[in-house]
């Protein structure tokens, strides 16, 4: 396999994961991954995101409340005791670099975060819906810092699949507990040299 068809095979085997075994997770390897999310691209190069990375297991489990999980299949899709996730990187904006449109960014960086960790074997779950506030207080966040997000960490105990999406795009689990996802087909998402369809929701 070449590097190129490495690199695809990653992207393309990456699944969002909320089941985790609870083997620690190696830090060099969690410092490496940061190191990839800090060399995504940054507009104006500005570089406003910082990192809070959470691998003790005490403070660990004061987070896992603070988040919504699977909103679709809640509570059925969060994370069941014992299969909890280890580690947590809580994904900060510097609003004293940038106060605001930071999104772009954190999009960039915590992908290139994302791919790194799996490649390790390290799954992950980014998740949007956070008690920002309480989260805030509980780790001394300072106030010139927003979290932009919170990225589960753990290495996987599930084995989520790719569905071709229809009408429904909404993932659910199956008898056995299997999660499935439905994804847009490429020739849903993709014109070339010109457009062609007038239903942009055909899907």
Known sequence: MGKSDEISHLINSRRTIRQFKQDSISLR????????????????????????????????KTIFPLLKWAGYIAPNGNPEEGRRPTAYLIVLVNKSIKKTGAEHDAGAAIENFILSAWSFGIGSCWIVSVNREKLQKVFNIPDTYLIDSVIALGYPDESPVVEAATEDIKYWKDKIGVLHVPKRPIEDILQINEWKKDNIHSH
Do not use: M, R
């Not at 507009?43 to 910082?50: F, I, K, R």
């Open 29 to 60: 390897d969690l410092l490496k991954c940061i190191k990839s999310a800090g060399l995504a691209p940054s507009a104006e190069n500005l570089q406003p995101l910082e990192y809070l990375l959470i691998t003790d297991s005490e403070k660990v």
